[in-house]
T-cell receptor
Framework: AQSVAQPEDQVNVAEGNPLTVKCTYSVSGNPYLFWYVQYPNRGLQFLLKYITGDNLVKGSYGFEAEFNKSQTSFHLKKPSALVSDSALYFCAVRATSSGNTGKLIFGQGTTLQVKP | GAVVSQHPSRVICKSGTSVKIECRSLDFQATTMFWYRQFPKQSLMLMATSNEGSKATYEQGVEKDKFLINHASLTLSTLTVTSAHPEDSSFYIC??????????FGAGTRLSVL
């Protein structure tokens, strides 16, 4: 079965410190991996994706993520957190074996709290 | 970048009435759109895949007669919640497949059924 896990409900970091939001996945075939951010009462905003190529992917707002095939992980990182980064973050996967529907499977979401 | 517009952003209705939510891809064409439901502080639950010019594909457990989906053009999908009841109150989000395998999301609709 295809699944995405975000093991942490909440991550707390101090402003200026590096942050990591964890994500692991389980899919058949090669995965397409995504990170989205959601601010209160808003839709999801695309941050970055991994399809093929370099394992380190750079995205919007200074975020990056590292694809690790052996560990089936795709952790989101940022070298220096901002208070404005505080939001709900979702990891998602689309299995290439899912055909052309583009259906995404989402993790449970991780609330990032950055304190001044 | 690709923009998905969702309207209305918030709707309050009486129990038993129907509510229509629109999802438009503003600067790209989308043969496939998706409708999600989200409960507070929870993940998105896919309700259905909306296909332009054909019937929607509903996820298991989602009542197709309750949640009517129409995707009449390449830029518009609508979700109609028929005979809404308080338990239908939720945050509904649409998305559309854009270029480069990226799914773009609308801002969501907060439905409150009294």
């Amino acid at each position: 079965a295809q699944s995405v896990a975000q093991p942490e409900d909440q991550v707390n970091v101090a402003e200026g410190n590096p942050l990591t939001v964890k994500c692991t996945y389980s899919v058949s075939g090669n995965p397409y991996l995504f990170w989205y951010v959601q601010y209160p009462n808003r839709g999801l905003q695309f941050l970055l994706k991994y399809i093929t190529g370099d394992n380190l992917v750079k995205g919007s707002y200074g975020f990056e993520a590292e694809f690790n095939k052996s560990q089936t992980s795709f952790h989101l990182k940022k070298p220096s957190a901002l208070v404005s980064d505080s939001a709900l973050y979702f990891c998602a996967v689309r299995a290439t074996s899912s055909g052309n529907t583009g259906k995404l499977i989402f993790g449970q979401g991780t609330t990032l709290q950055v304190k001044p | 970048g690709a923009v998905v517009s969702q309207h209305p952003s918030r709707v309050i209705c009486k129990s038993g009435t129907s509510v229509k939510i629109e999802c438009r891809s503003l600067d790209f064409q989308a043969t496939t759109m998706f409708w999600y439901r989200q409960f507070p502080k929870q993940s998105l639950m896919l309700m259905a895949t909306s296909n332009e010019g054909s019937k929607a594909t509903y996820e298991q457990g989602v009542e197709k007669d309750k949640f009517l989906i129409n995707h009449a053009s390449l830029t518009l999908s609508t979700l109609t919640v028929t005979s809404a009841h308080p338990e239908d109150s939720s945050f509904y989000i649409c998305s559309a497949n854009g270029a480069k395998n990226i799914q773009y999301f609308g801002a969501g609709t907060r439905l409150s059924v009294l």
